[in-house]
């Protein structure tokens, strides 16, 4: 059931299947959940609004037809859902969240010490680098680099042109290589 198309799984979980629902779901909590915490720097809010992003799959299910890449429209709820809880926290005066104590995709797996206290500081720096971004860049960033999108499926989430997408991209990452410099790029 791993290797079924995930527009198989929608119709599936359309005609009353909630087990196609629930695959549907394992695939892509987590990539959701790593989504939301990279646009929020909070890992419980991401969960709630990962929550809330299947919940509105599931209330819409029988609207949804395979106009595009799966991925596009869970991303694309998962986007508005994040914009929407990031412009009414600014409305109550709350701040960021507080950071993400950890970025999984560099934790190693060398039990060398040094190699591995030389990540932490990295991942710190870039995590603060990051946090430092517009949200857009941000979103941007981590749809290309750690979701492994096309440009053509980023343009669709975040609603606008291929080639937007391009210099958004181009000027996320010259932000973060200069955030990461000013912040001790001796590291990298």
């Not at 694309?76 to 005066?93: E, H, V």
Request: with cysteine.
């Amino acid at each position: 059931m791993s290797e079924m198309d995930d527009w198989v799984l929608v119709e599936r979980a359309q005609a009353g299947d909630m087990d196609a629902f629930s695959c549907l779901v394992l695939r892509y909590q987590r990539p959701v959940v790593h989504f939301c915490a990279r646009m929020l720097g909070s890992e419980q809010d991401a969960e709630d609004i990962a929550q809330e992003v299947f919940i509105r799959l599931h209330r819409y299910l029988a609207r949804l037809t395979p106009q595009a890449k799966f991925s596009t429209v869970i991303f694309g709820i998962a986007r508005n859902l994040t914009l929407n809880f990031i412009r009414d926290m600014k409305r109550r005066g709350r701040g960021r969240s507080q950071p993400l104590d950890s970025l999984p995709e560099l934790v190693s797996t060398v039990p060398i010490p040094s190699h591995e206290a030389h990540l932490k500081e990295l991942e710190a720096h870039i995590e603060a680098a990051m946090a430092e971004l517009s949200e857009g860049h941000r979103m941007v960033l981590h749809l290309r680099e750690v979701e492994g999108l096309d440009y053509e499926a980023i343009a669709k989430i975040m609603k606008c042109r291929k080639g937007t997408v391009k210099s958004r991209l181009a000027r996320a990452r010259e932000q973060l290589r200069q955030r990461l410099i000013s912040q001790g790029g001796d590291l990298l």
